[in-house]
């Protein structure tokens, strides 16, 4: 009953997204203590918290003093995803050239959250048009050469969470973020990407469509082809 009376005043919210963070909070209340506990990682009397909420609203992510980045799971109690990301993780971190954020598992109340180290600079989709097209071959080279490195990784560590461990690495097909416009961090200054972020959903399979779509930006996509084709020439 609970949950249909918020559905029912959340219809009455503005904007799709609205909606759905403020029914999202509104049916999980402990998020309170979510934040509180987020607090306890701050070396500050007092804390700088800023929060968001995760793709589909399946995360209550906490930044705390721009330092650390802690997520909670919303749908269950995240055991699976947790450990699947940090295999991962733990995995290609040594392969990459673009740098793989250290991650750690918290079991807390019940739930497994993530903690990351807090990665400063600006997403993709924040930079402005032009500086989209005039860093495009700088940005397209560095992106090619990690997305190289790990698709043609194979770690015998993680084989066992291929569809098919079978599967061998080849062209455009293999391990990958799985989500690989939203998720690189660049220096706003000198425009390095400093960073790939979020691999719960990292899987091993074709990745062409990912790089070649995703952005509106031509002139980024025809440099990542250019580059990436490199390596197999």
């Known amino acids: 009953m609970k949950r249909l009376l918020i559905n ?7 904007g799709r997204q609205a909606r759905k963070r403020i029914r999202t909070r509104l049916n999980n209340p402990i ?4 934040a509180k506990f987020a607090k306890k990682f701050s070396a500050n ?3 700088k918290i800023k ?34 990301e940090q295999r991962i993780t733990d995995s290609l971190r040594p392969i990459s050239s673009i740098k793989i954020p250290d991650m ?3 079991e807390w109340n019940g739930m497994y959250v993530r903690k990351y180290e807090c990665i400063h600079g600006v997403g993709f989709h924040g930079l402005s048009e032009s500086d989209k097209n005039k860093y495009a071959p700088k940005i397209a080279k560095q992106l ?16 066992d969470l291929k ?15 799985n989500d690989l416009w939203d998720n690189f961090i660049l220096d706003e200054k000198t425009f390095d990407v400093i960073a790939m972020i979020d691999w719960e959903d990292a899987i091993f399979g074709d990745f062409t469509k990912r790089m070649t779509g995703g952005t509106g930006n031509v002139a980024i996509k025809e440099a990542l082809m250019r580059e990436y084709s490199k390596f197999f020439e």
């Open 144 to 159: 090619a050469k990690c997305f190289y490195e790990i698709g043609m990784a194979d770690p015998k560590e993680i084989r």
């Open 31 to 34: 998020i309170k203590q979510m």
């Open 8 to 14: 029912i005043l959340c219809g009455f919210i503005p």
């Open 163 to 177: 569809s098919n461990p079978k599967d061998k690495p080849a062209k455009a097909y293999g391990w990958n973020n």
């Open 45 to 47: 009397k007092k804390p």
């Open 51 to 84: 929060y968001t909420y995760g793709y589909r609203c399946a995360n209550f992510v906490v930044n705390v003093d721009d330092v650390w980045v802690l997520k909670f799971p919303l749908r269950d109690n995240g055991k699976e995803k947790s450990i699947r």
């Open 104 to 106: 750690e598992i918290i």
